[in-house]
């Protein structure tokens, strides 16, 4: 009973491409995020998404597009792909509100661009 | 803006011993939360232990314990009897309790942690 899946774990790609990772959550959150780990290994917020809507952008390059369907979905596409677009792309969820504010992580994309 | 900074990258320790990883971070806010996520091999994030700001007592978790400075803005985190699991990289991350912010999490630079036969 995975809480956080992510698809796939793994994409090499070539430059130019359009690529696209999926997000599921099945823990009734009501928040999904976006992270990018880069190659130091340094965690930086992308997006954020409450109820199907954006509540952050962090100055993420417009090739960069969330799409949340549901409060459970959070998909990430990626249009021509960059070599600096390598990275570990991690989904995470929460509550918004309350007390009980703690993110669970999926397991990560580990995106390589040729 | 706050910021998180962790000035350890790399830290070892013996089998069975003790280590504290140090992590300071800056806000002008009141009321926040802070965490240590540990991230082995495998890159999943596990949440290690987490504090609230406006509780004085410092967070413990089995073998894990902070030490919760608010004043300072200090937010260590001791590992007790260190054991090979314990071995990977370790993030101190900050969040703000204002929900309009987003809930997003800050995160410092991560320490190495190495763990010694």
């Known amino acids: 009973d995975t809480a956080v899946s992510q698809t796939p774990k793994y994409l090499v790609t070539q430059m130019g491409n359009d690529k696209s990772i999926k997000c599921e959550q099945n823990?009734?959150?009501?928040?999904m995020y976006w992270y990018k780990q880069d190659s130091k290994k340094f965690l930086k917020i992308m997006f954020s998404?409450?109820?199907?809507?954006?509540?952050i952008n962090e100055t993420v390059p417009n090739r960069f597009s969330p799409k949340s369907p549901d409060k459970a979905h959070l998909n990430l596409h990626i249009n021509s792909l960059e070599l600096g677009d390598s990275a570990v792309y991690f989904c995470a969820s929460s509550y918004r509100g309350g007390r009980d504010y703690e993110q669970y992580f999926g397991p990560g994309t580990r995106l390589t661009v040729t | 803006a706050q910021t998180v900074t962790q000035s350890q990258p790399e830290m070892s320790v013996q089998e069975a011993e003790t280590v504290t990883l140090s992590c300071t971070y800056d806000?002008?806010?009141?009321?926040?939360?802070l965490f240590w996520y540990k991230q082995p091999p495998s890159r999943q994030m596990i949440l290690v232990i987490r504090q609230e700001a406006y509780k004085q007592q410092n967070a413990t978790e089995n073998r894990f314990s902070v030490n919760f400075q608010k004043a300072a803005k200090s937010f260590s985190l001791k590992i007790s009897d260190s054991q090979l699991g314990d071995a990977a990289m370790y993030f101190c991350?900050?969040?703000?309790?204002?929900?309009?912010?987003?809930?997003?999490?800050?995160f410092g630079t991560g320490t190495q942690l190495k763990v010694e036969l």
């Open positions: 806000t002008s806010e009141s009321d926040y939360y």
């Open positions: 823990l009734g959150h009501d928040t």
């Open positions: 991350a900050y969040r703000s309790g204002w929900t309009g912010g987003g809930n997003k999490l800050t």
């Open positions: 998404y409450n109820n199907k809507e954006l509540i």
